[in-house]
């Protein structure tokens, strides 16, 4: 083909709010980019492209003007336009198929760890997991104090401290103390882009490839993926009525790191670790220098009592750090968490936070701080707590009603969510398929299962719905649909 022919073929578009010229520029550069159009041939002139193209000559001298500008083409007036004869492009022969070099050891880690985490997809219904529920948030009064802090801009809108908003800080440090008996001062405090981030930077600043991990299986898959990130060896521990199995850790696993649990609400299986289990697992930290991270996220939501107080505030060896986050109190698109660390490890951490992002954004700290110092806040987890009460009832109640030969319910005094085992022993992945065919969402509870879980930590089967995040009406007609999908499996 001819440079006239290559360049009739281009595909302008007529309709596009894109302007002609900018299209001709683009697909002109792309190309020559791509080899296309190569260095050293001469272009049509601006009068016969303008011709070739159906386009005024405005349209041509603009996109000729630009490529010029970038140094895509060359010439003198009279000598005609040629594409730059320096470009070091050659003509590819196909397209690129994978990557030009493969990805680092870390790379191929960090692209397997987070493979078998799913995220939510599309508007919200039955029985969506671990999402509160966005119909009780005040979204008019957090744009009014978000709006006030536009309104009045000042210097913490620059770069900010690390560690986060030094009033956040505080207001969270008074509510931890007070409301998840968590021991600690404002300094031990840092704001983290969720608390994912929080489980990241802990595991790169405290492991060493290959170190031993406890986690529990099944549990949260998010908290694993920085782990396999970090090359750590994830080490799975089975979880009994009584919360993560100690011993089992301690027979298979006694040279482990560091411990992930969620003592307070085990994800999914929604047991409690006992006071002796977190007594004894304090003291084999201690005595094994490993670090236990407490995983603390929705446990304000306790319908049975009030909530439980945190493993951290019973260690006097400094060998917890707690990790919160926001996802849940208020909804998990604010990304905003916190960690509380030892003392000693909040300077590291600091340090390591601002290497990873500076700072996370400032202005939803800013406006956290004023819904918390104003009240919202502990209105806001009162008012959620009873909603989501109702909430749960009415799905016990229905399952009791109308699936209780189908289902056994686990502990339900905690939380968003409420795993079920199923009495027969069938296909749960099938049958979570089957019940969003027909616009329900389900967990099966495989998916929580470590992809590296040892026999022992096999659950039978069962599904985790999700509550919180929906009216009782919606949840009356997934139970409906559930129901129906479990008669058509007998
Ligand atoms: C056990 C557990 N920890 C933490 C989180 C919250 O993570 P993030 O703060 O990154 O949203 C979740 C969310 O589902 C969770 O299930």
Redesign the pocket.
């Known amino acids: 083909m001819n440079t006239s022919d290559i360049l009739a073929a281009l595909p302008l578009d007529r309709n596009s709010p894109t302007p002609l010229f900018r299209q001709l520029y683009t697909q002109v550069r792309a190309a020559i980019l791509r080899g296309v159009l190569t260095p050293g041939m001469q272009l049509p002139p601006t009068r016969a492209l303008c011709v070739l193209l159906s386009v005024s000559r405005q349209t041509v001298l603009n996109a000729y003007d630009q490529l010029f500008a970038e140094g895509f083409l060359s010439g003198t007036v009279g000598k005609g336009t040629f594409i730059s004869s320096h470009l070091p492009i050659s003509a590819r022969k196909s397209a690129p198929r994978g990557l030009m070099r493969p990805l680092s050891q870390r790379g191929a880690d960090y692209a397997q760890a987070m493979k078998y985490v799913g995220h939510h997809k599309g508007k919200l219904r039955a029985f969506r997991v671990?999402m509160p529920g966005l119909d009780l948030f005040p979204f008019d009064i957090w744009s009014r104090l978000e709006g006030r802090r536009w309104r009045h801009p000042d210097h913490h809108l620059g770069y900010s401290d690390p560690a986060g908003y030094a009033p956040l800080r505080e207001l969270l440090c008074v509510y931890l103390r007070a409301a998840r008996g968590v021991n600690c001062t404002p300094d031990q405090v840092v704001i983290t882009t969720?608390?994912?981030?929080g489980l990241y930077l802990l595991t790169q600043l405290l492991l060493a490839p290959g170190d031993k991990v406890w986690v529990e299986s099944p549990g949260?898959q998010?908290?694993s993926a920085p782990l396999f990130a970090a090359g750590a060896q994830v080490c799975t521990v089975p979880v009994d009525a009584d919360g993560m199995d100690l011993a089992y850790g301690m027979a298979h696993y006694p040279d482990a790191r560091m411990v992930l649990t969620?003592p307070s609400h085990q994800?999914p299986l929604g047991v409690t670790m006992t006071l002796q289990r977190r007594l004894e697992l304090l003291r084999w930290a201690a005595a094994n220098k490993a670090w236990i991270i407490e995983?603390d996220?929705?446990s304000e939501y306790r319908y049975t009592g009030p909530p439980l107080a945190s493993l951290q505030g019973l260690d006097n060896a400094d060998c917890t750090v707690y990790v919160g986050?926001?996802?849940?109190v208020m909804f998990?698109g604010l990304?905003l968490?916190y960690i509380v660390a030892p003392p000693a490890l909040v300077d590291p951490l600091v340090r390591a936070k601002s290497v990873m992002d500076r700072h996370t954004a400032i202005i939803p700290q800013m406006v956290l701080a004023d819904f918390m110092a104003d009240g919202h806040f502990g209105r806001h987890i009162k008012r959620t707590r009873e909603a989501y009460g109702e909430r749960r009832l009415t799905l016990l109640n229905g399952i009791a009603a109308t699936l209780a030969d189908e289902l056994v319910c686990g502990p339900s005094d905690c939380g968003l969510d409420l795993c079920v085992h199923l009495r027969r022993a069938l296909d749960e992945e099938k049958l979570a398929q089957a019940v969003l065919a027909a616009g329900v969402e389900v967990r099966p509870l495989s998916y929580y299962a470590s992809r590296v879980a040892t026999p022992e930590c096999a659950v039978g089967p069962g599904l985790v719905l999700g509550f919180s995040a929906i009216a009782p009406a919606e949840i009356a007609h997934g139970l409906a649909v559930l129901a129906k999908v479990l008669r058509a499996a007998r």
């Open positions: 671990s969720g608390s994912q981030q949260y998010g908290a969620t994800l995983d996220y929705d986050t926001l996802s849940k998990p990304r968490g």
